[in-house]
């Protein structure tokens, strides 16, 4: 769960992201949804937000986002390429946006290796004609790793359509 301080601060995102000109969609694994939770919080979200997609298993990245299963193979769900193909899928699938962001982590209690230990998660962001990654290894038990992606790609999202509106 997201702390209500974190979702305080909605309403004035919302507005920074509506005076940019974006219209957002999201495409989370490892968050579960929790991004678009809190990006339709406040009131007046849907001037911001076309959708989000929760594509937790492989298949549903392939067959929602369209990920070549190749590149899951290859890669790994959580891995740059992966989330970088999760942000242009969902911003290929919603034709309506105009910038997207991608979440793929590995939350933990299990699933780490020594290549990718539990906390370590990619986020991607696309628009404006380009797809940017980004990785973190967050501290902490699921639910504060979770919710640290969550804070880290509302940050994104804002410094991205910053850039988007200077442009």
Known sequence: MLPDTFLAHM?????????????????ESCTGGLLAAALTHAAGSS??????????SNSMKHHTLG??????????AVSRE??????QGALT???????SIAITGIAGPGGGTPDKPVGL???GVAGGGQV????????????????QAVRT???????????????
């Open 11 to 27: 309403p004035e995102a919302l507005k920074r992201l509506h005076a940019a000109g974006c219209r957002i969609v999201t495409a």
């Open 67 to 76: 990920i070549s299963g190749t590149l899951l193979e290859r890669h790994g």
């Open 121 to 123: 998660v990619w986020f």
């Open 47 to 56: 001037d911001v937000v076309a959708g989000g997609f929760v594509t937790y």
């Open 132 to 147: 940017d990654t980004i990785s973190h290894v967050f501290p902490g038990k699921r639910g504060e790793v979770r919710a």
């Open 93 to 99: 699938h919603t034709p309506d946006a105009t910038l």
């Open 153 to 167: 790609a509302m940050a994104l999202l804002l410094d991205h359509a910053g850039r988007l509106a200077a442009e």
């Open 82 to 87: 992966v989330a970088a193909a999760m942000a």
